[in-house]
């Protein structure tokens, strides 16, 4: 989703094209910030019209209503959804029939990342056998998928080469994370101002968390470019934390390793995601005066803030953004 005017949708908009949504079914699965899935079987029966009449009607109202374009995937499953979505064009819906002709010719070219659960190092394992591409890693054996990837891993690699998903759509996951995302003013080339900008959401994210007493287990970069396409990577921690210090190694270290050397970048977002209270995290001891100095002060910041509000006090790198948030 995103605003008419180009920029990042915020999160009132949000809301309220969930609203829609849950207008149409009750199976919605907030992603934010900015996306999500909904299973739209019942509706079909119940409003007597197709998922493209569906789609189109969706459309009208989140432009009307709150001036928010959206690209729309229609699949059969959660995987061929999100993949079609990631093909449209905002303002347009892919669709992916059922049929496994239809779905093979959708899927045949794609790199095996394409793939939910196919990271870079099983792509590395694949590319070493010359399964590179989708249509080709569903021409393997079961067999030898499984020898190269594992049991699990290697049958549902299987599965999902021939268009099978078969993870729910899960009402309410996405109040199990805390997302926010920083547009740039224009198409930004500049890395430090990439990092300055990731750095801003470390600090919002981290301080959210400690508000609502809480920790993440893991955080997804999302790196939105000129082109409409877009990167996300996700990282695990160790142990689950709301240190903003933490966040932020986290964010630089997955935001390096995409090496992206002069993209043209439109927006940044990060997601914390599986979330629990923070009275039942666990923290290693650490023998680094620096950390503790780092988490003493992370705690006087958020009295302040608590008190005085949000942009009470700030890190002096971010006095100037470069970003619309």
């Known amino acids: 989703m995103r605003r008419v005017d180009g920029e990042g949708v915020g999160g009132e908009e949000y809301a309220g094209v969930l609203g829609l949504l849950d207008g149409l079914t009750p199976v919605v699965q907030p992603l934010p910030p900015d996306s999500a899935l909904a299973d739209l079987h019942g509706a079909l029966r ?16 989140t432009l009307a209503l709150f001036g928010v374009d959206c690209a729309l995937g229609l699949g059969p499953n959660p995987m061929l959804a999100r993949l079609a979505a990631q093909d449209a064009r905002y303002g347009q819906t892919v669709t992916v029939g059922q049929q496994p002709g239809a779905v093979r010719r ?7 990342t394409d793939l939910d659960g196919i990271g870079r190092k099983a792509a590395r394992l694949l590319d070493a ?17 499984r020898r190269i990837l594992g049991v699990r891993p290697g049958r549902e690699a299987h599965e999902r080469a021939h ?8 009402p309410g996951a996405g109040a199990r994370a805390v997302a926010g995302e920083r547009t740039f003013g224009r198409d930004e080339l500049d890395p430090g101002r ?22 993440c287990r893991s955080l997804t970069l999302t790196v939105r470019c000129a082109d409409r396409t877009s990167v996300t990577r996700t990282r695990t921690f160790a142990e689950a934390t709301a240190h903003s210090a933490a966040l932020t190694d986290a964010a630089y270290a997955m935001y390096a390793a995409l090496g992206l050397q002069r993209a043209r970048v439109r927006a ?12 039942r995290a666990h923290r290693q001891l650490s023998l680094d005066p620096e950390d503790d100095k780092a988490r003493r002060l992370e705690a006087v910041t958020d009295q302040v803030r608590a008190r005085f509000g949000p942009g009470a006090i700030a890190r002096g790198t971010l006095a100037r953004g470069t970003w619309a948030a």
Do not use: K, M, N, W
């Open 194 to 215: 990439h990092r300055r900008a990731l750095l801003s959401l470390t600090e919002e994210l981290g301080a959210r968390l400690r508000g609502q007493g809480q920790v």
């Open 129 to 145: 056998y010359g399964l590179d591409t989708v249509g080709r890693l569903a021409a393997a054996p079961p067999g030898t998928l």
């Open 163 to 170: 268009g099978i998903d078969r993870t729910p759509v899960r």
């Open 46 to 61: 119940h409003f007597h019209r197709t998922a493209p009449e569906l789609a189109a009607l969706l459309r009208v109202r």
């Open 268 to 279: 940044v977002a990060l997601r914390a995601e599986e979330l629990s209270g923070a009275e």
């Open 106 to 112: 959708f899927l045949e070219r794609r790199p095996v």
